[in-house]
């Protein structure tokens, strides 16, 4: 053993380094790339199971749908935050759009958009107006025809300039779906943004509509579905997920990580049962103009519940023939007082 100090510094030093090499070179020799490559995303899946409860595979779609949506707008947020209202790190609310922030199918007036340009022929588009008008009457979104919409519209758009559509986009969102928009939901939305939280659009519908109604309404950002774009046309191909069901529930994690959101502290709205994996995973989860399922999984699990469907509302609340008997006696009113004012002979 050393006398001195120094000595023993020394010693210890060249010990210590001896130890590392044996563990190093011996013990514990380095991985090659390969090994590294699966270490690493071994340690990645159990972090990505821990926080979000999801399978990598899960995660980075996701995460690929995040990424499309940040190259489409051409940046990440969408809309600064008021420089006066202070911001509440972390906290998010997250939209879905169709029947939830605007009235009907977004996909849909989309593709009718599509129609009028003269994308396909009006054989083509039967399909589609039979899937609007399932979906107006029972005001409940079908998983099937979400994708089978999904599939028509890349098809419709394969070939196709991204500045061509971007034109059609803005003009559907302005005279067809901005006036949709849903009051009640707009006030929910502005009551996150005057508390300093992150709004986002979550939804199925094409991501250059999703973001320009984001920007329309001044909400943070939006996700979407993200369509395949090379050397400025559309490939026909989807990036990532169709941003539905599970969908939803993969790019969110992706959103949150990348703007360190703590989900416990985010709220989420939609009108789908099909939006339960979203609406499961934040701390507060409202059920808005939800369909039959949604209202029925939010009344057992204590979940908001708000309803702005003033027609569908009404027939719930008074009755379909009292409705119309106020309607025809209103119309007889109407009629009495045109001839009381203007009477013939």
């Known amino acids: 053993m050393p006398d001195s100090p120094h000595e023993f510094l020394a010693y210890w030093a060249t010990t210590r380094g001896n130890l590392r090499n044996f563990i190093e070179k011996a013990a514990l020799p380095p991985l090659d790339e390969q090994a590294q490559r699966a270490a690493g995303e071994a340690a990645a899946e159990a972090a990505v199971a821990e926080v979000f409860g999801l399978e990598l595979k899960d995660f980075s779609s996701g995460v690929d749908s995040v990424s499309g949506a940040i190259n489409n707008a051409g940046g990440f947020r969408i809309t600064a935050p008021e420089p006066h209202v202070p911001q509440d790190v972390g906290a998010a609310a997250f939209f879905d759009v169709d029947n939830t922030l605007i009235q009907g199918s977004s996909i849909v ?21 039979w899937k609007q008008l399932k979906y107006r009457l029972s005001g409940s979104e079908n998983a099937a025809d979400v994708a089978a919409g999904r599939v028509q519209a890349l098809e419709f758009i394969k070939g196709r300039r991204v500045d061509e559509l971007v034109d059609i986009c803005e003009e559907i969102v302005a005279t067809q779906m901005q ?3 849903y009051p009640g939901t707009r006030e929910l939305a502005q009551m996150h943004l005057d508390a300093g939280h992150q709004v986002w659009l979550v939804s199925a519908t094409p991501v250059q ?51 360190k959101l703590d989900l416990k502290r985010c709220t ?25 399922r949604l209202k029925k999984l939010a ?37 009495w007082r045109r001839q009381t004012q203007h009477p013939t002979g």
């Open 268 to 292: 989420a709205y939609s009108d789908s049962a099909n939006d339960v994996p979203m609406l499961s995973m934040v701390g507060t989860a409202v059920a808005i103009n939800p369909d039959r």
């Open 209 to 259: 509509i999703a973001q320009l109604l984001a920007k329309r309404f001044g909400f943070t950002g939006a996700l979407g579905t993200v369509a395949e774009v090379e050397d400025g046309r559309f490939t026909g191909r989807l990036v990532g997920d169709i941003l539905h069901g599970p969908g939803k529930k993969h790019a969110v994690a992706a959103l949150a990580a990348v703007e």
């Open 299 to 335: 009344t057992q699990r204590g979940w908001l519940v708000r309803d702005y469907r003033s027609v569908r509302k009404a027939v719930r609340t008074y009755g379909l023939p009292t409705l119309v008997t106020t309607a025809l006696s209103a119309r007889a009113w109407m009629r």
């Open 179 to 181: 006036h949709r928009a």
């Open 109 to 129: 007036l989309f593709a009718m958009g599509l129609f009028k340009r003269r994308f396909f022929r009006v054989r083509e588009i039967l399909p589609i107006a």
